[in-house]
């Protein structure tokens, strides 16, 4: 896309603070228009087992649709006549501004899809404007992923796979390279049957006798209360699905409540996130924040989640499916895409930032695509990327 190009009407309008790329993002900035494309060029770059990877779930993959199925069965109540010449969709979240309510959500084994993995991604992120969440069991680490990206927002994530030393030592380590927040997951006590790898007896780091299973399986409420007690970092617990919880987390002293189903990839039949989200809201009522992910694919799916009450909307798949496309380029230029379609979808609701926003900009109603991983980008042809 040539950034010169657009309707400088329409430009001035969205208030749209857009620059022409760097030579190194030229390819990015020409080749993708549209977020579905980064989908088609990654699953043109990888090979079957690094495709499942991203878009399989576990066992029907049921919960993995409810994902989808959730963001789909809400429709929008647009106001009209009201002046949206100058949107603005930042943000400000552990005390920075962003450009979106975003972050990259935790993702292990980036390094499959791209050799710069959380590296590439945080730089991107940081780049742009968003949000970066690191996943414990991604390449290049703690400490590196922190230096490609010292000035970034960054929140490290751990699997608990060690003791009360092991668990310690990484609130330190987290603590030295100032990330912003600590997030410990929480919906991993089993691992769960991946059926795209066992039928293709694909065997991946997490599905066999592993060390940290048995930390997983053991992990209880005492290790909150350990972190919550050592560190003074803002506390995230990912994996949050009932009210019940939600409450426990906000009497551990949790200040985050991350709604996440592990992208389907865990628990099957369990319900979408978004179906979640509003008990977790009212038993936290308030009290903590609240991130959410779960097949958020689009900029009408950040604006639906903050509208229906969440503070930051994390991306998984399409992170990923960014990153396999065009490495840290891609990542970038699919949330600028996404920023597009964000500010587009505020304006046309009749609103000119996300404070404005709230649950009577929302309304249920039956989808109209079948749901599932691609359900988001219906102009991709359907058949050719499913398996």
């Known amino acids: 896309m040539n950034p010169g190009s657009k309707n400088e009407g329409e430009r001035r309008a969205m208030d ?19 977020l579905h ?21 576990t066992e029907t993959e049921t919960t993995l649709k409810r994902n989808r199925l959730a963001l789909d069965s809400i429709a929008f109540r647009p106001r009209v006549l009201r002046d949206v010449s100058r949107i603005d969709s930042t943000v400000e979240r552990f005390g920075r501004k962003l450009r979106l309510p975003v972050f990259m959500a935790p993702v292990g084994n980036l390094e499959v899809f791209h050799a710069g993995a959380a590296a590439s991604v945080v730089r991107a992120a940081g780049r742009f404007g968003a949000g970066h969440m690191l996943s414990s069991v991604c390449q290049p680490g703690l400490e590196a992923t922190a230096d490609a990206a010292p000035d970034a927002l960054r929140i490290f994530q751990l699997y608990v796979r060690g003791d009360d030393a092991f668990v ?5 380590r987290a603590e030295r390279r100032n990330y912003a927040a600590f997030c410990l997951t929480v919906d991993t006590a089993v691992y769960s049957r991946r059926e795209r790898d066992l039928a ?19 992990l209880d409420w005492r290790t909150v209360a350990l972190i919550r007690k050592r560190t003074k970092l803002p506390l995230v617990l990912k ?6 919880d939600a409450k426990m987390a906000l009497e551990h002293g949790i200040e985050w409540v991350y709604v996440s189903n592990h992208g389907g990839r865990q628990l099957d039949h369990g319900r979408g996130a978004m179906d979640v989200l509003p008990e977790v809201l009212a038993a936290v009522a308030g009290r903590a924040k609240i991130m959410i992910d779960g097949s958020f694919c689009r900029g009408s799916d950040v604006v639906k989640a903050i509208a229906a009450g969440a503070d930051m909307v994390g991306l998984g798949r399409m992170q990923c499916w960014a990153l396999a496309a065009a490495g840290e380029d891609g990542v970038h230029r699919m949330l600028e895409l996404l920023e597009d379609e964000v500010r587009r979808c505020l304006g046309l609701l009749g609103v000119t930032s996300f404070a404005q926003l709230d649950r009577s900009y929302l ?6 695509n079948l749901p599932g991983v691609y359900s988001a980008f219906p102009l991709l042809a359907m058949d050719e990327y499913r398996y």
Do not use: C, M
């Open 168 to 172: 310690l030592d990484h609130v330190a």
């Open 16 to 34: 749209v603070k857009t620059v022409a790329p760097s030579t190194a993002a030229s390819d990015a900035w020409n080749d993708f228009e549209n």
């Open 239 to 244: 994996g949050i699905a009932t009210a019940e």
């Open 200 to 218: 293709k007896r694909h065997r991946t780091a997490g599905s066999g006798r592993v060390e940290g299973r048995q930390q997983l399986a053991a």
């Open 37 to 57: 494309e980064f989908v088609r060029k990654a699953r043109q770059n990888l090979d079957q087992n690094n495709w499942d990877y991203i878009v399989g779930g």
């Open 363 to 368: 309304h249920p109603a039956p989808p109209v």
